[in-house]
Protein backbone atom coordinates (compact mmCIF):
# COMPACT_ATOMS: atom_id res chain seq x y z
CA UNK A 1 0.00 0.00 0.00
CA UNK A 2 2.94 2.37 0.63
CA UNK A 3 4.10 1.58 -2.79
CA UNK A 4 0.97 2.34 -4.42
CA UNK A 5 0.80 5.73 -2.68
CA UNK A 6 4.28 6.65 -3.11
CA UNK A 7 3.72 6.18 -6.54
CA UNK A 8 -0.31 7.88 -6.95
CA UNK A 9 2.17 11.13 -5.10
CA UNK A 10 4.95 11.19 -7.39
CA UNK A 11 1.84 10.69 -10.50
CA UNK A 12 0.46 13.79 -9.05
CA UNK A 13 3.59 15.13 -8.48
CA UNK A 14 4.43 15.18 -12.65
CA UNK A 15 0.64 16.02 -13.48
CA UNK A 16 1.09 19.42 -11.61
CA UNK A 17 4.58 20.11 -13.04
CA UNK A 18 3.48 19.45 -16.74
CA UNK A 19 0.47 21.54 -16.37
CA UNK A 20 3.20 24.88 -15.06
CA UNK A 21 5.19 24.13 -17.74
CA UNK A 22 2.12 24.24 -20.35
CA UNK A 23 0.87 26.95 -18.70
CA UNK A 24 4.08 29.40 -19.07
CA UNK A 25 4.01 27.69 -22.56
CA UNK A 26 1.04 29.32 -23.65
CA UNK A 27 1.75 32.59 -21.79
CA UNK A 28 5.00 32.43 -24.14
CA UNK A 29 3.18 32.11 -27.06
CA UNK A 30 0.69 34.89 -26.60
CA UNK A 31 3.20 37.31 -25.41
CA UNK A 32 5.13 36.10 -28.65
CA UNK A 33 1.63 36.63 -30.79
CA UNK A 34 0.81 39.69 -29.26
CA UNK A 35 4.12 41.44 -30.12
CA UNK A 36 3.95 40.07 -33.63
CA UNK A 37 0.11 41.84 -33.93
CA UNK A 38 1.68 45.01 -32.66
CA UNK A 39 4.33 44.67 -35.06
CA UNK A 40 1.52 44.08 -37.89
CA UNK A 41 -0.30 46.98 -36.61
CA UNK A 42 2.79 49.74 -36.51
CA UNK A 43 3.85 48.18 -40.25
CA UNK A 44 0.39 48.87 -41.40
CA UNK A 45 -0.08 52.32 -40.30
CA UNK A 46 3.12 53.30 -41.69
CA UNK A 47 1.80 51.84 -45.09
CA UNK A 48 -1.28 53.78 -44.71
CA UNK A 49 0.65 56.65 -43.41
CA UNK A 50 2.83 56.12 -47.18
CA UNK A 51 -0.11 55.96 -49.30
CA UNK A 52 -1.71 59.20 -47.51
CA UNK A 53 0.61 61.31 -47.95
CA UNK A 54 1.17 59.74 -51.67
CA UNK A 55 -2.25 60.25 -52.22
CA UNK A 56 -2.43 63.80 -50.54
CA UNK A 57 0.74 64.68 -52.57
CA UNK A 58 -1.12 63.93 -56.08
CA UNK A 59 -4.15 65.80 -55.02
CA UNK A 60 -2.10 68.75 -54.42
CA UNK A 61 -0.25 68.27 -58.24
CA UNK A 62 -3.58 67.34 -59.41
CA UNK A 63 -5.44 70.66 -58.07
CA UNK A 64 -2.18 72.81 -59.52
CA UNK A 65 -3.13 71.77 -62.71
CA UNK A 66 -6.70 72.33 -62.39
CA UNK A 67 -6.12 75.97 -61.27
CA UNK A 68 -3.76 76.26 -64.44
CA UNK A 69 -6.27 75.11 -66.45
CA UNK A 70 -8.88 77.31 -65.13
CA UNK A 71 -6.65 80.04 -65.37
CA UNK A 72 -6.12 79.60 -69.15
CA UNK A 73 -9.29 78.87 -70.16
CA UNK A 74 -10.61 81.71 -67.78
CA UNK A 75 -7.66 83.73 -70.31
CA UNK A 76 -9.32 82.21 -73.34
CA UNK A 77 -12.83 83.16 -72.10
CA UNK A 78 -11.82 86.86 -72.14
CA UNK A 79 -10.12 86.98 -75.29
CA UNK A 80 -13.64 84.84 -76.71
CA UNK A 81 -15.59 87.95 -75.31
CA UNK A 82 -13.33 90.39 -76.96
CA UNK A 83 -13.82 88.49 -80.23
CA UNK A 84 -17.19 88.51 -80.04
CA UNK A 85 -17.41 91.86 -79.27
CA UNK A 86 -15.55 93.03 -82.20
CA UNK A 87 -17.94 90.79 -84.32
CA UNK A 88 -20.54 92.59 -83.41
CA UNK A 89 -18.55 95.72 -84.05
CA UNK A 90 -17.93 94.70 -87.32
CA UNK A 91 -21.58 93.51 -87.92
CA UNK A 92 -22.56 96.88 -86.81
CA UNK A 93 -20.23 98.59 -89.11
CA UNK A 94 -21.37 96.50 -92.11
CA UNK A 95 -24.96 96.89 -91.54
CA UNK A 96 -24.03 100.50 -91.66
CA UNK A 97 -22.31 100.68 -94.72
CA UNK A 98 -24.96 98.14 -96.68
CA UNK A 99 -27.10 100.23 -95.62
CA UNK A 100 -25.21 103.20 -96.81
CA UNK A 101 -24.83 100.95 -100.88
CA UNK A 102 -28.47 100.01 -100.65
CA UNK A 103 -29.60 103.79 -100.57
CA UNK A 104 -26.49 104.26 -103.21
CA UNK A 105 -28.06 101.84 -105.21
CA UNK A 106 -31.38 103.31 -105.22
CA UNK A 107 -30.04 106.81 -106.09
CA UNK A 108 -28.10 105.18 -109.35
CA UNK A 109 -31.18 103.06 -110.04
CA UNK A 110 -32.95 106.37 -110.23
CA UNK A 111 -30.12 108.53 -111.70
CA UNK A 112 -30.03 105.72 -114.51
CA UNK A 113 -33.82 105.08 -115.00
CA UNK A 114 -33.56 109.39 -116.02
CA UNK A 115 -30.90 108.61 -118.61
CA UNK A 116 -32.75 105.88 -120.13
CA UNK A 117 -35.47 108.11 -120.71
CA UNK A 118 -33.59 111.01 -121.51
CA UNK A 119 -31.90 109.08 -124.01
CA UNK A 120 -34.82 107.64 -125.26
CA UNK A 121 -36.35 110.97 -125.84
CA UNK A 122 -33.00 112.57 -127.51
CA UNK A 123 -32.70 109.04 -130.00
CA UNK A 124 -36.54 108.48 -130.60
CA UNK A 125 -35.77 104.45 -129.52
CA UNK A 126 -37.05 102.02 -126.83
CA UNK A 127 -34.49 100.39 -124.77
CA UNK A 128 -35.03 97.34 -126.33
CA UNK A 129 -34.42 98.85 -129.62
CA UNK A 130 -31.42 99.90 -128.83
CA UNK A 131 -29.96 96.57 -127.25
CA UNK A 132 -31.17 94.82 -130.48
CA UNK A 133 -29.56 97.52 -132.37
CA UNK A 134 -25.99 97.07 -130.74
CA UNK A 135 -26.20 93.43 -130.84
CA UNK A 136 -26.67 93.62 -134.46
CA UNK A 137 -23.63 96.02 -134.77
CA UNK A 138 -21.52 93.73 -132.27
CA UNK A 139 -23.20 90.50 -133.83
CA UNK A 140 -21.35 92.71 -137.71
CA UNK A 141 -17.99 92.86 -135.99
CA UNK A 142 -17.29 90.00 -134.87
CA UNK A 143 -18.39 88.02 -137.98
CA UNK A 144 -15.64 90.35 -139.72
CA UNK A 145 -13.33 89.86 -137.13
CA UNK A 146 -14.50 85.98 -136.76
CA UNK A 147 -13.68 86.10 -140.80
CA UNK A 148 -10.74 87.90 -140.74
CA UNK A 149 -8.81 85.32 -137.68
CA UNK A 150 -10.10 82.14 -139.98
CA UNK A 151 -8.52 83.45 -143.48
CA UNK A 152 -5.47 84.17 -141.24
CA UNK A 153 -5.60 80.71 -139.72
CA UNK A 154 -5.98 79.01 -143.27
CA UNK A 155 -3.40 80.85 -144.59
CA UNK A 156 -0.84 80.05 -141.30
CA UNK A 157 -2.17 76.11 -141.35
CA UNK A 158 -1.24 75.81 -144.95
CA UNK A 159 1.72 77.14 -144.64
CA UNK A 160 2.60 75.36 -141.58
CA UNK A 161 0.99 71.87 -143.21
CA UNK A 162 3.22 72.50 -146.37
CA UNK A 163 6.26 72.68 -144.39
CA UNK A 164 5.46 69.80 -142.24
CA UNK A 165 4.03 67.26 -145.01
CA UNK A 166 7.79 67.80 -147.05
CA UNK A 167 9.50 67.07 -143.50
CA UNK A 168 7.72 64.18 -143.02
CA UNK A 169 8.11 62.62 -146.55
CA UNK A 170 11.51 63.49 -146.08
CA UNK A 171 11.94 61.72 -142.57
CA UNK A 172 9.83 58.74 -144.12
CA UNK A 173 11.95 58.47 -147.49
CA UNK A 174 15.41 58.79 -145.67
CA UNK A 175 14.37 56.13 -143.07
CA UNK A 176 13.16 54.08 -145.56
CA UNK A 177 16.34 51.91 -147.07
CA UNK A 178 14.59 48.79 -149.11
CA UNK A 179 16.37 47.83 -151.61
CA UNK A 180 15.05 48.97 -155.15
CA UNK A 181 17.20 47.05 -157.47
CA UNK A 182 14.64 45.39 -159.74
CA UNK A 183 14.65 41.66 -159.61
CA UNK A 184 12.64 40.45 -163.00
CA UNK A 185 12.86 36.79 -163.89
CA UNK A 186 14.98 35.01 -165.79
CA UNK A 187 13.58 33.27 -169.04
CA UNK A 188 16.38 32.03 -170.59
CA UNK A 189 18.09 28.47 -169.31
CA UNK A 190 22.18 28.77 -170.27
CA UNK A 191 23.52 25.65 -171.89
CA UNK A 192 26.72 23.99 -171.58
CA UNK A 193 26.65 22.94 -175.10
CA UNK A 194 24.39 23.25 -178.23
CA UNK A 195 24.90 19.41 -177.98
CA UNK A 196 22.42 19.66 -175.02
CA UNK A 197 19.70 20.77 -177.51
CA UNK A 198 18.90 18.09 -178.98
CA UNK A 199 18.90 16.34 -175.84
CA UNK A 200 16.35 18.54 -174.36
CA UNK A 201 14.11 17.89 -177.21
CA UNK A 202 14.73 14.29 -177.38
CA UNK A 203 13.64 11.38 -179.68
CA UNK A 204 10.84 12.79 -182.20
CA UNK A 205 10.30 15.42 -179.34
CA UNK A 206 9.46 13.77 -176.76
CA UNK A 207 11.39 15.30 -174.03
CA UNK A 208 10.65 18.99 -174.90
CA UNK A 209 6.59 18.24 -174.97
CA UNK A 210 7.14 16.53 -171.45
CA UNK A 211 8.97 19.36 -169.94
CA UNK A 212 6.31 21.68 -171.66
CA UNK A 213 2.97 19.48 -170.34
CA UNK A 214 4.21 19.28 -167.14
CA UNK A 215 5.26 22.99 -166.39
CA UNK A 216 3.07 24.69 -168.95
CA UNK A 217 5.84 26.60 -170.01
CA UNK A 218 6.81 26.98 -174.00
CA UNK A 219 10.42 26.19 -174.34
CA UNK A 220 11.99 28.36 -177.65
CA UNK A 221 15.16 25.85 -179.04
CA UNK A 222 16.64 28.42 -181.62
CA UNK A 223 19.82 29.66 -183.01
CA UNK A 224 20.80 31.42 -179.81
CA UNK A 225 23.75 30.12 -178.96
CA UNK A 226 24.00 27.94 -176.04
CA UNK A 227 20.58 29.04 -174.53
CA UNK A 228 17.01 28.19 -174.27
CA UNK A 229 14.03 30.57 -173.96
CA UNK A 230 11.27 30.18 -171.53
CA UNK A 231 8.29 31.82 -172.65
CA UNK A 232 4.80 31.56 -169.94
CA UNK A 233 2.54 34.12 -168.81
CA UNK A 234 2.59 32.81 -165.31
CA UNK A 235 5.83 34.05 -163.83
CA UNK A 236 5.75 31.05 -161.16
CA UNK A 237 5.19 28.24 -163.92
CA UNK A 238 8.31 29.90 -165.98
CA UNK A 239 10.21 29.67 -162.82
CA UNK A 240 9.24 25.84 -162.02
CA UNK A 241 10.48 24.84 -165.18
CA UNK A 242 14.11 26.90 -165.19
CA UNK A 243 14.57 25.31 -162.06
CA UNK A 244 13.59 21.60 -163.55
CA UNK A 245 15.55 22.74 -166.31
CA UNK A 246 18.39 23.29 -164.73
CA UNK A 247 18.38 20.19 -162.50
CA UNK A 248 17.93 18.24 -165.69
CA UNK A 249 21.34 20.04 -168.08
CA UNK A 250 23.46 19.88 -164.20
CA UNK A 251 22.45 16.15 -164.02
CA UNK A 252 22.79 15.33 -167.72
CA UNK A 253 19.90 12.33 -167.64
CA UNK A 254 16.87 13.69 -169.30
CA UNK A 255 13.91 11.45 -170.69
CA UNK A 256 10.70 11.74 -169.68
CA UNK A 257 10.54 9.81 -166.20
CA UNK A 258 13.52 11.77 -165.03
CA UNK A 259 11.62 14.93 -166.16
CA UNK A 260 8.71 14.24 -164.32
CA UNK A 261 10.81 13.52 -161.29
CA UNK A 262 12.39 16.92 -161.79
CA UNK A 263 9.70 18.88 -162.47
CA UNK A 264 8.26 17.85 -158.80
CA UNK A 265 11.03 18.39 -156.88
CA UNK A 266 11.59 22.06 -158.69
CA UNK A 267 7.45 22.37 -157.50
CA UNK A 268 8.24 21.60 -154.57
CA UNK A 269 11.47 23.63 -153.80
CA UNK A 270 9.05 26.87 -155.48
CA UNK A 271 6.41 26.38 -153.11
CA UNK A 272 8.85 26.09 -150.18
CA UNK A 273 10.73 29.47 -151.20
CA UNK A 274 7.12 31.22 -151.95
CA UNK A 275 5.88 30.20 -148.29
CA UNK A 276 9.62 31.30 -146.64
CA UNK A 277 9.06 34.58 -149.00
CA UNK A 278 6.08 35.50 -147.94
CA UNK A 279 6.90 34.60 -144.15
CA UNK A 280 9.81 36.70 -144.21
CA UNK A 281 7.85 39.61 -145.97
CA UNK A 282 5.35 39.55 -142.37
CA UNK A 283 8.16 38.84 -140.30
CA UNK A 284 9.89 42.13 -141.63
CA UNK A 285 6.57 44.26 -141.68
CA UNK A 286 5.88 43.39 -138.09
CA UNK A 287 2.82 41.00 -138.81
CA UNK A 288 2.60 37.82 -136.85
CA UNK A 289 -1.26 36.60 -137.25
CA UNK A 290 -1.64 36.72 -141.19
CA UNK A 291 -3.45 33.80 -142.89
CA UNK A 292 -1.37 31.20 -144.06
CA UNK A 293 -2.87 30.89 -147.27
CA UNK A 294 -2.53 34.75 -147.45
CA UNK A 295 1.07 34.10 -146.59
CA UNK A 296 1.91 31.87 -149.54
CA UNK A 297 -0.17 34.65 -152.07
CA UNK A 298 2.02 37.28 -150.85
CA UNK A 299 4.90 35.15 -151.24
CA UNK A 300 3.79 34.54 -155.36
CA UNK A 301 4.60 38.45 -155.17
CA UNK A 302 8.52 37.51 -155.22
CA UNK A 303 8.04 36.34 -158.63
CA UNK A 304 5.69 39.25 -159.67
CA UNK A 305 7.28 42.32 -161.35
CA UNK A 306 5.09 45.34 -162.64
CA UNK A 307 7.30 47.19 -165.48
CA UNK A 308 10.10 45.75 -163.91
CA UNK A 309 9.41 46.25 -160.29
CA UNK A 310 9.50 43.10 -158.05
CA UNK A 311 5.75 43.70 -156.63
CA UNK A 312 7.31 41.94 -153.43
CA UNK A 313 9.77 44.09 -152.69
CA UNK A 314 7.39 46.95 -153.81
CA UNK A 315 4.60 45.69 -150.94
CA UNK A 316 7.16 46.00 -148.27
CA UNK A 317 8.33 49.48 -148.97
CA UNK A 318 4.81 50.65 -149.09
CA UNK A 319 4.15 49.31 -145.88
CA UNK A 320 7.27 50.57 -144.55
CA UNK A 321 6.57 54.08 -146.09
CA UNK A 322 2.89 54.16 -144.68
CA UNK A 323 3.62 53.04 -141.33
CA UNK A 324 6.19 55.72 -141.05
CA UNK A 325 4.32 58.23 -141.87
CA UNK A 326 1.27 57.11 -140.05
CA UNK A 327 3.97 57.37 -136.70
CA UNK A 328 4.71 60.52 -137.63
CA UNK A 329 0.76 61.89 -137.78
CA UNK A 330 -0.59 59.79 -134.84
CA UNK A 331 -2.55 57.37 -137.30
CA UNK A 332 -2.65 53.90 -136.46
CA UNK A 333 0.81 52.02 -137.42
CA UNK A 334 -0.28 48.70 -137.41
CA UNK A 335 -3.03 49.26 -140.15
CA UNK A 336 -1.30 51.75 -142.19
CA UNK A 337 1.75 48.91 -141.98
CA UNK A 338 -0.44 45.74 -142.53
CA UNK A 339 -2.93 47.53 -145.50
CA UNK A 340 0.17 48.50 -147.37
CA UNK A 341 1.90 45.29 -147.19
CA UNK A 342 -1.16 43.58 -148.71
CA UNK A 343 -2.16 46.35 -151.25
CA UNK A 344 -1.36 44.94 -154.46
CA UNK A 345 -2.03 40.84 -153.20
CA UNK A 346 -3.97 40.44 -155.99
CA UNK A 347 -1.34 40.95 -158.70
CA UNK A 348 -0.68 37.40 -157.47
CA UNK A 349 -3.64 35.84 -158.82
CA UNK A 350 -4.26 38.31 -161.60
CA UNK A 351 -2.68 36.59 -164.31
CA UNK A 352 -4.92 33.56 -163.71
CA UNK A 353 -8.46 34.80 -162.72
CA UNK A 354 -10.49 37.11 -163.96
CA UNK A 355 -10.80 41.10 -162.43
CA UNK A 356 -8.50 43.65 -161.42
CA UNK A 357 -5.77 43.40 -159.02
CA UNK A 358 -7.61 45.40 -156.75
CA UNK A 359 -10.95 43.52 -156.98
CA UNK A 360 -9.47 39.93 -156.45
CA UNK A 361 -6.93 41.92 -153.34
CA UNK A 362 -10.25 42.97 -152.25
CA UNK A 363 -11.83 39.20 -152.38
CA UNK A 364 -8.73 37.39 -151.01
CA UNK A 365 -8.49 39.34 -147.60
CA UNK A 366 -12.11 39.19 -147.29
CA UNK A 367 -11.91 35.20 -147.69
CA UNK A 368 -9.15 34.92 -145.00
CA UNK A 369 -10.46 37.65 -142.86
CA UNK A 370 -9.31 40.82 -142.77
CA UNK A 371 -10.81 43.18 -141.37
CA UNK A 372 -12.91 46.19 -143.07
CA UNK A 373 -10.55 48.76 -142.24
CA UNK A 374 -7.41 46.97 -144.25
CA UNK A 375 -9.74 45.48 -146.97
CA UNK A 376 -11.02 49.69 -147.76
CA UNK A 377 -7.36 50.53 -147.92
CA UNK A 378 -6.85 47.97 -150.38
CA UNK A 379 -9.93 48.80 -152.63
CA UNK A 380 -8.91 52.80 -152.47
CA UNK A 381 -5.50 52.56 -153.33
CA UNK A 382 -5.81 53.61 -156.98
CA UNK A 383 -8.97 55.27 -156.37
CA UNK A 384 -12.03 52.92 -157.15
CA UNK A 385 -13.45 54.00 -154.31
CA UNK A 386 -12.97 56.93 -152.37
CA UNK A 387 -10.42 57.25 -149.23
CA UNK A 388 -12.82 57.76 -145.66
CA UNK A 389 -9.75 56.80 -143.00
CA UNK A 390 -6.56 58.21 -142.90
CA UNK A 391 -4.91 54.44 -142.81
CA UNK A 392 -6.00 54.46 -146.88
CA UNK A 393 -5.07 58.14 -147.81
CA UNK A 394 -1.70 56.95 -146.34
CA UNK A 395 -1.29 53.76 -148.36
CA UNK A 396 -2.21 55.40 -151.49
CA UNK A 397 0.31 58.11 -150.83
CA UNK A 398 3.03 55.60 -150.01
CA UNK A 399 2.12 53.72 -153.01
CA UNK A 400 2.67 56.84 -155.61
CA UNK A 401 6.46 57.13 -153.70
CA UNK A 402 7.34 54.14 -154.05
CA UNK A 403 6.36 53.24 -157.46
CA UNK A 404 5.75 56.88 -159.49
CA UNK A 405 9.43 58.05 -158.55
CA UNK A 406 12.25 57.74 -160.89
CA UNK A 407 14.44 55.19 -160.86
CA UNK A 408 11.60 52.74 -159.21
CA UNK A 409 10.46 51.08 -162.40
CA UNK A 410 12.14 50.11 -165.67
CA UNK A 411 11.74 53.85 -166.50
CA UNK A 412 14.82 56.34 -167.79
CA UNK A 413 14.78 59.29 -165.29
CA UNK A 414 14.37 61.33 -169.79
CA UNK A 415 11.44 58.81 -170.27
CA UNK A 416 9.56 59.81 -167.12
CA UNK A 417 10.71 63.73 -167.68
CA UNK A 418 9.53 63.33 -171.14
CA UNK A 419 6.57 61.89 -169.80
CA UNK A 420 5.42 64.40 -167.37
CA UNK A 421 5.97 67.36 -170.52
CA UNK A 422 3.69 65.55 -172.95
CA UNK A 423 1.26 65.75 -170.56
CA UNK A 424 1.07 68.84 -170.01
CA UNK A 425 1.64 69.38 -173.42
CA UNK A 426 -1.48 67.86 -174.44
CA UNK A 427 -3.62 70.03 -171.94
CA UNK A 428 -1.76 72.99 -173.00
CA UNK A 429 -3.30 72.29 -176.96
CA UNK A 430 -6.69 73.49 -175.61
CA UNK A 431 -7.84 76.63 -176.13
CA UNK A 432 -8.45 78.87 -172.84
CA UNK A 433 -6.19 77.10 -170.38
CA UNK A 434 -4.53 79.27 -168.04
CA UNK A 435 -1.94 76.36 -166.63
CA UNK A 436 -1.13 72.50 -166.63
CA UNK A 437 0.40 70.22 -163.92
CA UNK A 438 1.53 66.82 -164.09
CA UNK A 439 1.51 66.00 -160.21
CA UNK A 440 1.83 62.83 -158.21
CA UNK A 441 4.65 61.17 -160.15
CA UNK A 442 2.33 61.53 -162.88
CA UNK A 443 -0.78 59.63 -162.14
CA UNK A 444 -3.03 62.87 -162.17
CA UNK A 445 -2.97 66.02 -164.20
CA UNK A 446 -4.18 69.24 -163.63
CA UNK A 447 -5.62 71.91 -165.47
CA UNK A 448 -6.44 75.35 -164.83
CA UNK A 449 -9.30 76.55 -167.07
CA UNK A 450 -9.79 80.18 -167.69
CA UNK A 451 -13.72 80.57 -166.29
CA UNK A 452 -14.97 82.93 -168.80
CA UNK A 453 -14.68 80.47 -171.54
CA UNK A 454 -15.70 77.21 -169.88
CA UNK A 455 -19.04 76.27 -167.85
CA UNK A 456 -19.63 73.31 -166.23
CA UNK A 457 -20.36 71.23 -168.84
CA UNK A 458 -17.13 72.37 -171.16
CA UNK A 459 -15.36 71.52 -168.25
CA UNK A 460 -16.42 68.33 -167.67
CA UNK A 461 -15.85 67.50 -171.50
CA UNK A 462 -12.79 69.04 -171.70
CA UNK A 463 -11.37 66.50 -169.01
CA UNK A 464 -12.73 63.17 -171.17
CA UNK A 465 -11.21 64.88 -174.54
CA UNK A 466 -7.90 64.96 -172.86
CA UNK A 467 -7.93 61.65 -171.24
CA UNK A 468 -9.13 60.39 -174.28
CA UNK A 469 -5.91 61.75 -176.19
CA UNK A 470 -3.17 60.58 -172.98
CA UNK A 471 -4.86 56.93 -173.83
CA UNK A 472 -3.75 57.16 -177.27
CA UNK A 473 -0.77 59.00 -177.66
CA UNK A 474 1.02 58.13 -174.31
CA UNK A 475 2.76 54.36 -172.37
CA UNK A 476 2.26 54.81 -169.23
CA UNK A 477 1.93 52.21 -165.87
CA UNK A 478 -1.58 52.49 -163.97
CA UNK A 479 -3.90 55.33 -164.47
CA UNK A 480 -3.62 59.16 -165.04
CA UNK A 481 -6.47 60.87 -163.22
CA UNK A 482 -7.62 64.30 -164.91
CA UNK A 483 -8.65 67.15 -163.18
CA UNK A 484 -9.83 70.45 -164.50
CA UNK A 485 -10.00 73.49 -162.17
CA UNK A 486 -12.30 76.03 -163.05
CA UNK A 487 -11.96 79.05 -160.45
CA UNK A 488 -13.79 82.05 -160.37
CA UNK A 489 -13.05 84.96 -157.81
CA UNK A 490 -14.59 87.95 -156.78
CA UNK A 491 -12.86 90.64 -155.00
CA UNK A 492 -13.43 94.22 -153.40
CA UNK A 493 -11.50 97.13 -152.24
CA UNK A 494 -12.82 99.02 -149.04
CA UNK A 495 -11.34 102.50 -149.64
Known amino acids: ?71 KLTRKEELLDDKEQAIV ?24 QKQVQELERISGMSSEEAKHHLFEQLKSDLQQ ?66 LETLTGVDLIIDDTPEAVVLSCFDPVKREI ?21 MVEKARVEIEQKIKQEGENAAMDMGIMNLNKELIKTL ?30 IGANVKVAKRAGLLHDIGKAIDQTQEGTHIELGVELARKYG ?10 AHHDDVTANTIEAVLVKLADAISAGR ?19 EIALSYDGIKQSFAVQAGREVRVVVQPEKFDDAGSARLARDIARRIEEEL ?20 K
Open 1 to 71: MAILGFACFLLWRDTKKGKKEKDALLRDMEEKNSLYKKEAMIAAKEAVQKDIEKFQEETKERRQELSRIEA
Open 89 to 112: NKESELQRKMDEVLDKEDYLAETI
Open 145 to 210: EANQLIKENENHIKEVSNEKAKEILTTVMQRCVIDQVVESTVSSVSLPSDEMKGRIIGREGRNIRT
Open 241 to 261: AKLALEKLVSDGRIHPVRIEE
Open 299 to 328: GRLYYRTSYGQNVLLHSLEVGHIAGMIAAE
Open 370 to 379: EKEEIIHAIE
Open 406 to 424: PGSRRDTLEIYIKRLQKLE
Open 475 to 494: DYPGQIRVTVVREIRTTEVA
